[in-house]
Structures are given as C-alpha cells and as structure tokens.
C-alpha cells in the first residue's frame, strides 16, 4: 500500500525566503507526482505534475523534482510572498488494477509573513 | 472548461439524515474522483468512476454510502443516516484517461452532522 509523507507539517517564514517542502512515498512504482496548493475551506488547485519518467518541472517560481528510486519529490518556492500562504499537498498516482489512484501526503500548511 | 463543480457548497444535517451531493466533472473526463478530507488531513479516496463503471471503493466507504455516475457524466454520493463521524469536506476531482493527465478538483462540499 502507497504511504505518502510530508515534512515539515507547518512552515512559516518570512517573505523573500526560498524554501523547500518534502515529499516522500514508499512505493516507487509510480506514475506521477502531483503538486496542488489548497486554500481555507477550498478545494485543491493544480501546481505541477511530474511524470516518472521526467525529474523536474518548473511553473513560474515553483519548481519540482523527482526522485523516483529514493522516494522523493520536492517543491522549491523561490522568493516567497504572502500570496503564496496555503496548505501544500503531494499526490502520487500508482497503478493498481487499471484504476491509478492518487493518495495523497497530508500537505505542508505555509505561512508567508510581510 | 467551466472546471468541476460541486454542490452544495455547505449542508448542515441532523444526525440520521440522508443527504446527496453532487459533482459535475469536466465534460471530457473519464475519470471520476471521490475523497473525503478532515481537518489537518490529506484527502482520502473514496471511490472511482472510469466513465460509468464504479472501479474501486475504499473500506471507508461503509454501507451508508453510495455513489452514482449514470450515463458516465455527473456523479452523486449519498450518505445514508448520517453519523457526526461524517462531517468533512468531500471533494470531487476529475481527470482524462491518460494516467498521466493532471488531477482536477472542485471546490468541495462541506458537510457538517449536528
């Protein structure tokens, strides 16, 4: 059974920072990794999706690697601002009888202070 | 692309109610989605749709729920005698058949069992 981590479970930093946010999961037999921003009593917004065969992509500021032999995905924002302050989660699409379903970390909640 | 959409937005119910939520995926998506999310936690599946074909369903979903995607368009899911355990946000989230197509999430329902 695919086990998803994220760590740390809550960041704050001060606007400007880079920062980096972890992903790890225990099967790598996966076919994707995806990135989704979620906003107070809202739904999940897609950031980035990397495929297995692929080790990063970068959207704006945000850029994700793939490390699929040790596990691993990370989630570099580069020059923070307030805007950015939401709960980061990962999603990792495993193939289980033709139904790839994603199961998901429980998300890094981030606060960017002025 | 309107998205996905969800509705209602908010349902507050008395313990042993039925209630019934809709999802209406974006139109040329096969795939259909339903995850459970409480506070602090990651979205937890549910069950999955492939067009009208219910594929999977989670051992979280107990014989109170059921779920509907008629003529593989919208979906709905219907809790049977709501507990208090059953208040969380359920998302709905679609994707194309290609595993390797993004996720797509609505805006959930918040369902609150008084």
């Known amino acids: 059974k695919q086990e998803v981590t994220q760590i740390p479970a809550a960041l704050s930093v001060p606007e400007g920072e880079n920062l980096v946010l972890n992903c790890s999961f225990t099967?790598?037999?996966?076919?994707?990794l995806q990135w989704f921003r979620q906003d107070p009593g809202k739904g999940l917004t897609s950031l980035l999706l990397i495929q297995s065969s692929q080790r990063e992509q970068t959207s704006g500021r945000l850029n994700a690697s793939l490390d699929k032999s040790s596990g691993r995905s990370t989630l570099y924002i580069a020059a923070s601002q307030p805007g950015d302050s939401a709960t980061y989660l990962c999603a990792v699409r495993t193939e289980s009888g033709g139904s790839y379903i994603p199961t998901f970390g429980r998300g890094t909640s981030l606060i960017v202070h002025p | 692309d309107t998205g996905v959409s969800q509705n209602p937005r908010h349902k507050i119910t008395k313990r042993g109610q039925n209630v019934t939520f809709r999802c209406d995926p974006i139109?040329?998506?096969?795939?259909l989605y339903w995850y459970r999310q409480t506070l602090g936690q990651g979205p937890e599946f549910l069950t999955y749709?492939?067009?009208?074909?219910?594929?999977?369903k989670s051992r979280l979903l107990s014989d109170r729920f059921s779920a509907e995607r008629p003529k593989g368009s919208f979906s709905t899911l219907e809790i049977q005698r709501t507990e208090q355990g059953d208040s969380a946000m359920y998302l709905c989230?679609?994707?194309?058949?290609?595993?390797?197509?993004?996720?797509?999430f609505g805006n959930g329902t918040r369902l609150t069992v008084t």
């Open positions: 989230a679609s994707s194309l058949l290609d595993p390797n197509s993004p996720l797509h």
């Open positions: 749709f492939q067009n009208e074909a219910q594929l999977e």
């Open positions: 099967d790598s037999a996966i076919y994707n």
């Open positions: 139109s040329e998506h096969n795939r």
